[in-house]
C-alpha cells in the first residue's frame, strides 16, 4: 500500500505544472488524452438523449443527483505526457476506495443544430462509515487533487473538465469536444464513465466482479447478483454492464486498464 500511495504521490506531484498557484479559475482548450470517454458512438446526432436511444433509462441526470462508486486501481499509468517515471506502467493492487458522485448543475447548448441538455458531475473521494467502513481503503487520495468536475450533454459528448488541486484550488478548465477523451494525466479520481452504444448491447447477467469489489456491492446493493444486465465491450478494451432495471443513469460496473468500479448506491 505504501508503494501504490507513493506512485500516486509521484504521478500528482510530478504532474503539477511548477510556480502555477492561482486563486482564479483558469481555462486550456488544448485537451490532454486518457484512457476512455464518455459517450454513446453509434447514437443518432439528432435523436432524443443516450439513455432513450439505448433503452437504458427514460430521464437524463439532474441537479441533486447522487450515487458511490466502489473502485480498486489495477494499473498506474505513468507514461501520461510522454513521461516515464521509475515505475512506468507497474501493477499495483490495491485496497477498494470509495468515490461520490454528484450533479452538480444542468443547462442547455446547441450541438449539430440541436438543442442538448447538459449535467455537470463532481467526483470526490467518499469518506466510508457505518457497517460498511472496513470494506475500503480509508487512506486519503486526494491531499493533492482535491475533486474534479466534468460536463457532458445528453447524448454523453464531453464539454470540459475542470480539476481543482494545490495549484489551481478555483479549478483549471479544459474545454472539450465529442472526439476529446476525459483527461486522466495526474488525477487520482477513477473514469468510470458513461458509455453506451445503441446497437451491440448485449443481454446478459450479472458480470464476473473481483472478490473485494463482489464482498463491497454484497452489503451495499445485495439485489445485483439477481438483476439483468446490458453489457458493452469498447474498441479500446472497455467493458460496461448497464442494470436493465431502476432506471439507473450510472454503469454498474465498468472495467478499463485502469483499473475496475461498480455502483454500490444510486439516489
Given at each position: 500500500?505504501?508503494?501504490?500511495?507513493?506512485?500516486?504521490?509521484?504521478?500528482?506531484?510530478?504532474?503539477?505544472?511548477?510556480?502555477?498557484?492561482?486563486?482564479?479559475?483558469?481555462?486550456?482548450?488544448?485537451?490532454?488524452?486518457?484512457?476512455?470517454?464518455?459517450?454513446?458512438?453509434?447514437?443518432?446526432?439528432?435523436?432524443?438523449?443516450?439513455?432513450?436511444?439505448?433503452?437504458?433509462?427514460?430521464?437524463?441526470?439532474?441537479?441533486?443527483?447522487?450515487?458511490?462508486?466502489?473502485?480498486?486501481?489495477?494499473?498506474?499509468?505513468?507514461?501520461?505526457?510522454?513521461?516515464?517515471?521509475?515505475?512506468?506502467?507497474?501493477?499495483?493492487?490495491?485496497?477498494?476506495?470509495?468515490?461520490?458522485?454528484?450533479?452538480?448543475?444542468?443547462?442547455?447548448?446547441?450541438?449539430?443544430?440541436?438543442?442538448?441538455?447538459?449535467?455537470?458531475?463532481?467526483?470526490?473521494?467518499?469518506?466510508?462509515?457505518?457497517?460498511?467502513?472496513?470494506?475500503?481503503?480509508?487512506?486519503?487520495?486526494?491531499?493533492?487533487?482535491?475533486?474534479?468536475?466534468?460536463?457532458?450533454?445528453?447524448?454523453?459528448?464531453?464539454?470540459?473538465?475542470?480539476?481543482?488541486?494545490?495549484?489551481?484550488?478555483?479549478?483549471?478548465?479544459?474545454?472539450?469536444?465529442?472526439?476529446?477523451?476525459?483527461?486522466?494525466?495526474?488525477?487520482?479520481?477513477?473514469?468510470?464513465?458513461?458509455?453506451?452504444?445503441?446497437?451491440?448491447?448485449?443481454?446478459?447477467?450479472?458480470?464476473?466482479?473481483p472478490a473485494d469489489l463482489r464482498d463491497v456491492v454484497d452489503a451495499?446493493?445485495?439485489?445485483?447478483?439477481?438483476?439483468?444486465?446490458?453489457?458493452?465491450?469498447?474498441?479500446?478494451?472497455?467493458?460496461?454492464?448497464?442494470?436493465?432495471?431502476?432506471?439507473?443513469?450510472?454503469?454498474?460496473?465498468?472495467?478499463?486498464?485502469?483499473?475496475?468500479?461498480?455502483?454500490?448506491?444510486?439516489?
Open positions: 500500500m505504501r508503494i501504490w500511495l507513493a506512485a500516486i504521490a509521484a504521478l500528482t506531484l510530478g504532474f503539477a505544472a511548477p510556480g502555477c498557484g492561482d486563486d482564479s479559475k483558469n481555462t486550456t482548450t488544448d485537451p490532454q488524452v486518457g484512457a476512455g470517454k464518455a459517450d454513446c458512438p453509434d447514437c443518432d446526432p439528432s435523436g432524443p438523449n443516450a439513455f432513450k436511444q439505448a433503452n437504458v433509462a427514460d430521464g437524463f441526470y439532474a441537479k441533486g443527483d447522487t450515487w458511490q462508486v466502489a473502485y480498486r486501481f489495477n494499473r498506474v499509468n505513468l507514461f501520461e505526457k510522454r513521461e516515464q517515471l521509475l515505475f512506468e506502467d507497474t501493477i499495483l493492487e490495491s485496497e477498494v476506495y470509495l468515490f461520490n458522485y454528484e450533479v452538480l448543475s444542468n443547462d442547455e447548448d446547441t450541438f449539430d443544430n440541436v438543442k442538448r441538455e447538459l449535467a455537470t458531475i463532481r467526483v470526490s473521494q467518499a469518506t466510508p462509515s457505518g457497517a460498511n467502513a472496513d470494506l475500503f481503503n480509508a487512506e486519503r487520495l486526494d491531499t493533492y487533487e482535491h475533486k474534479v468536475e466534468f460536463m457532458i450533454n445528453d447524448l454523453l459528448d464531453p464539454v470540459e473538465e475542470v480539476t481543482f488541486n494545490r495549484d489551481y484550488p478555483n479549478g483549471k478548465t479544459i474545454r472539450l469536444d465529442a472526439k476529446s477523451n476525459l483527461k486522466t494525466g495526474a488525477s487520482v479520481f477513477p473514469r468510470t464513465i458513461p458509455r453506451l452504444l445503441v446497437n451491440g448491447g448485449i443481454d446478459s447477467p450479472a458480470p464476473e466482479l451495499m446493493m445485495p439485489s445485483w447478483s439477481s438483476m439483468t444486465y446490458l453489457k458493452y465491450v469498447f474498441d479500446n478494451g472497455d467493458t460496461v454492464y448497464w442494470a436493465k432495471e431502476g432506471d439507473i443513469l450510472w454503469p454498474f460496473y465498468v472495467e478499463t486498464t485502469r483499473g475496475a468500479g461498480v455502483l454500490v448506491s444510486w439516489r
